[in-house]
T-cell receptor, first 110, second 114 residues
Framework: EDQVTQSPEALRLQEGESSSLNCSYT??????LFWYRQDPGKGPEFLFT???AGEEKEKERLKATLTKKESFLHITAPKPEDSATYLC???????????FGTGTLLAVQP | NAGVTQTPKFQVLKTGQSMTLQCAQD?????MYWYRQDPGMGLRLIYY???????DKGEVPNGYNVSRLNKREFSLRLESAAPSQTSVYFC?????????????FGPGTRLTVT
């Protein structure tokens, strides 16, 4: 069964304390892995798309990487405004549809 | 550009009432989607429209109907609301329905069914 698992469920960091969020997936024939940011009461905001193992993308303090089984979202020197839920989704397998993980709730304290 | 807009933002219904959630996008996208988001669960696809004039069921279509009114607009209808349909509903759009294409989401409609 196609599946996406994100860990940890919640993460609390001090401002400036770098860390990584994990997204592991089981899907045959990955056609794309997506990272979204979701603020409370808002819709998911697109961050990155990764297509193949070894690919990396960066945006400000965020860097996404991809292997054959998982993706990491690295957050370097986070600020309180980075606090949000980060969602991972994959497109692959038997259908053409996105399969979402349940997200990691990140809280960055000043 | 407003992106993807949804109305209403909040709604409270009684069991058995009906309502339509509206969605519009101004990005000239071909494909549109309706998801629901519940605590502890990932976003789940209700219905989608790969292109104007077509609609298909997603993972959780029971109790819902959709209409792709034109290229810009995609509505979701609850004919007889049930408490199990209490959720946050998101509309999304993408340039195409093809694989590996990112979707852009609206702000959501928070629906409570009592």
């Amino acid at each position: 069964e196609d599946q996406v698992t994100q860990s940890p469920e919640a993460l609390r960091l001090q401002e400036g304390e770098s860390s990584s969020l994990n997204c592991s997936y089981t899907v045959s024939g990955l056609r794309g892995l997506f990272w979204y940011r979701q603020d409370p009461g808002k819709g998911p905001e697109f961050l990155f798309t990764l297509y193949s193992a070894g690919e990396e993308k960066e945006k400000e303090r965020l860097k996404a990487t991809l292997t054959k089984k998982e993706s990491f979202l690295h957050i370097t020197a986070p600020k309180p405004e980075d606090s949000a839920t980060y969602l991972c989704a994959v497109n692959g397998g038997a259908t053409n549809k996105l399969i979402f993980g349940t997200g990691t709730l990140l809280a960055v304290q000043p | 550009n407003a992106g993807v807009t949804q109305t209403p933002k909040f709604q409270v219904l009684k069991t058995g009432q009906s309502m339509t959630l509206q969605c519009a996008q101004d990005m000239n996208h071909n494909s549109m989607y309706w998801y629901r988001q519940d605590p502890g669960m990932g976003l789940r696809l209700i219905y989608y429209s790969a292109s104007e004039g077509t609609t298909d069921k997603g993972e959780v279509p029971n109790g819902y109907n959709v209409s792709r009114l034109n290229k810009r607009e995609f509505s979701l209808r609850l004919e007889s609301a049930a408490p199990s349909q209490t959720s946050v509903y998101f509309c999304a759009s993408s340039e195409s329905g093809g694989p590996g294409v990112e979707q852009y989401f609206g702000p959501g409609t928070r629906l409570t069914v009592t």
